[in-house]
């Protein structure tokens, strides 16, 4: 089984009260497929720039994962910039260049349609809904939506998350998406638009699983620091779909450890800046952090 990715490869200037990085390497596909790659095949779909150099796709090498569907485009990387309020909870966007991403019309290359799970990183309905019919023979089909899309292409993005089985999206935005408040009414709206699995990330509050009429959530891990919140949602994600790509069944059983993968890829991401603690990181620590969740949610 293998995990197909496809969204924004990126540079990212970022400021947090632990410190600052200009231009380190982002973009949620990339959070997404280091953290599906402790699991699973995985391959990315994606554009980037001619500043992007040998250094940034050795990161992806490292782990393993395939980079031949990520295109180089004339121009600048996407490049997006943000900063933290001092409690962490709040990020203000200070820039985003869509430079060679504005322009993306992702093309699968040969080879790639053996993938079994695709996820749709957040980028622009229409283009999440060309790769899905791409991909015909995916099995099982997740995907990420923001803000930008849920006000700018409600009919769009309701069309292309109607052929998804799974949603992946924070509080806020199944608020926006559904027009309602409380969660459990959220979900079972966003249930009849298509997806039959949907979890709602809640960031430091750990995410919940809706499916079937049944709820099952995972707390975020207790840390001591938290040093950049920067794409731990997205790291959350490929957790979640590379450890059900690799256990190849959605069973509820396997979905509650999906969760449990998918916060313990999240808790590592925000120990350091960008993709550094991925980088670093072993399938032993993952291991062991799984276990910790097992201590943390067991009673009785
Ligand atoms: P998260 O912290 O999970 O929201 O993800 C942050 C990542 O999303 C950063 O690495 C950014 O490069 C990327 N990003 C920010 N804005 C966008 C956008 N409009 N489209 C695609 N990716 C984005």
Same mark, same amino acid.
């Given at each position: 089984m293998s995990l197909l990715i496809v969204g924004s490869v990126a540079f990212d200037g970022i400021e947090t009260p632990h410190g600052k990085r200009p231009r380190i390497l982002g973009g949620a596909a990339t959070y997404i497929s280091l953290a599906a790659s402790f699991f699973t095949d995985t391959g990315v779909v994606a554009v980037v720039g001619d500043d992007f150099g040998a250094d940034d796709l050795a990161v992806f090498a490292r782990r393993g994962?395939?980079?031949? !569907?990520i295109e180089r485009a004339a121009g600048k990387s996407f490049f997006w910039a943000g900063v933290y309020s001092a409690d962490m909870n709040d990020r203000t966007t200070l820039d985003t260049q869509l430079n060679v991403f504005a322009d993306f019309q992702p093309k699968i290359p040969s080879g *790639? #349609? !053996? *993938?079994t799970h695709l996820f749709l990183g957040n980028i622009d309905p229409g283009l999440q809904r060309s790769v899905q019919t791409q991909m015909q023979k995916a099995q099982v089909v997740g995907g990420d939506t923001m803000n930008f899309w849920i006000s700018g292409q409600p009919e769009e993005l309701k069309k292309t998350i109607a052929g998804w089985h799974m949603l992946l999206i924070n509080d806020s935005e199944a608020r926006q998406l559904s027009g309602e408040y409380n969660l459990q009414k959220a979900a079972a709206k966003i249930h009849a638009m298509g997806p039959q699995t949907l979890v709602i990330k809640r960031g430091e509050h750990g995410a919940t699983l809706y499916r079937g009429g049944k709820v099952f959530a995972v707390p975020g891990f207790p840390l001591e620091i938290v040093r950049d919140p920067t794409g731990a949602g997205d790291c959350f994600a490929g957790g979640f779909m590379g450890y059900l790509a690799s256990c190849g069944e959605v069973s509820e059983a396997a979905l509650r450890r999906a969760m449990v993968y998918g916060s313990v890829m999240g808790s590592f991401c925000v #120990?350091?800046?960008?993709t550094e603690r991925l980088q670093s990181l072993t399938r032993a620590e993952v291991d062991e952090r799984y276990r910790h969740f097992r201590e943390l949610m067991h009673f009785d």
């Open positions: 994962v395939d980079t031949a !569907g *790639y #349609e !053996g *993938y #120990e350091q800046f960008g």
